[in-house]
């Protein structure tokens, strides 16, 4: 895989629906895949864990016709252990919950693989790659949040993306993990994540802003990480 990636390294794109016209969510999702996004990603938030509230594994469920590409759930929820089968039955690909939550941790990644899905723990911008090694070899995704999770259409934070190669220093040769980069990224800031070594740069507001042309925001995101020198 190292070497694979050393010539030629493609991140995936991944579109955040948060910021999309939620009343169409489908037809919105249906957008971004067409534009050449290559996964959903579907932002969960319960109005404690984060200041904002947004939808569960009942739309998730709903949405799930809409084809078979991979749904990444991103939960912001402080109980994900309360909710995982729903999740899990709602037809997720991937779940990610934050390691900042106050629950045991271990029995819901463990929960989620035995469910045959991609388990993934995400980072907020200030907690340490540190809060992540009782976990190493029970998570398949680690999303690191380049902005304070909580809302779309915020600025990129390039400190915290530094994480992303620390990531894959430290999990290189050890284990095969995707790193997703999520918060602010967009066609100008994609090249930070990119020269970091991201796997799946997860796409927001910029795909979804009034008027923009979505293919055009995948392919540049895709092109600017994909240009940048790598390992940064
Ligand atoms: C923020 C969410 C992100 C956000 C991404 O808490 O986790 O997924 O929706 O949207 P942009 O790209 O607009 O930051
Ligand atoms: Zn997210």
Not at 5 to 11: E, F, G, I, Y
Not at 24 to 42: N, P, Q, V, Y
Not at 51 to 80: C, V, W, Y
Not at 197 to 217: H, K, M, T, W, Y
Request: proline letters at 6%; one cysteine or more.
């Amino acid at each position: 895989m190292a070497a694979a990636r050393a010539a030629t390294h493609h991140s995936l794109v991944s579109a955040s629906i948060l910021d999309s016209d939620l009343a169409s969510l489908s037809r919105e999702c249906r957008r971004a895949l067409k534009g050449g996004a290559d996964r959903i990603h579907l932002d969960v938030m319960d109005g404690h864990f984060v200041p904002n509230i947004t939808f569960g594994p009942g739309i998730i469920k709903k949405l799930r016709k809409i084809g078979k590409q991979p749904f990444d759930a991103h939960l912001m929820i402080s109980e994900p252990s309360r909710y995982m089968d729903q999740f899990i039955d709602a037809g997720c690909d991937s779940i990610t919950f934050h390691v900042e939550v106050e629950e045991p941790i271990e029995p819901t990644l463990l929960k989620i693989r035995k469910a045959g899905r991609l388990a993934g723990l995400a980072l907020k911008p200030a907690t340490p790659l540190s809060a992540l090694d009782p976990y190493r070899d029970l998570v398949d995704i680690i999303m690191v949040m380049t902005v304070e999770p909580g809302f779309g259409g915020q600025h990129f934070m390039p400190e915290p993306a530094a994480k992303i190669s620390d990531v894959k220093r430290l999990m290189a040769g050890h284990r095969d993990v995707l790193v997703h980069a999520d918060g602010g990224v967009s066609a100008d800031t994609a090249a930070v994540v990119g020269g970091y070594g991201v796997d799946v740069c997860i796409v927001g507001s910029a795909l979804f802003q009034r008027g923009q042309d979505a293919a055009n925001e995948v392919q540049a995101v895709k092109r600017n990480a994909g240009a940048a020198p790598w390992p940064g």
